[in-house]
């Protein structure tokens, strides 16, 4: 199967996509939630990771611990298109 990489034009609802840079990786997709916010799910369960921002160089994270929101940058390197899951 012939792998690409992510870019902005596929981060959309039901996107599927795993990490580059990590060794049986899971795979994850893009979500709307209750509250009509864009997450991440992993494959059987989920992420809690909130997609804030769809940047040129990968997307924002926002992740909620203890009441606090982190955030971070997932660059499209590190991950890799999987296929928009039915």
């Known amino acids: 199967m012939a792998t690409k990489k992510m870019c902005k034009d596929l981060v959309k609802v039901g996107q599927g996509f795993e990490l580059a840079n990590k060794m049986w990786s899971s795979s994850f997709r893009f979500s709307m939630d209750r509250s009509n916010k864009l997450q991440i799910i992993r494959k059987g369960g989920a992420h809690m990771c909130y997609v804030t921002d769809v940047r040129e160089d990968g997307i ?18 590190e991950m890799i298109y999987v296929k928009p899951i039915k």
């Open 60 to 77: 924002e994270l926002s992740l909620y611990v203890m009441g606090k929101q982190l955030t971070s940058i997932l660059s499209y390197e």
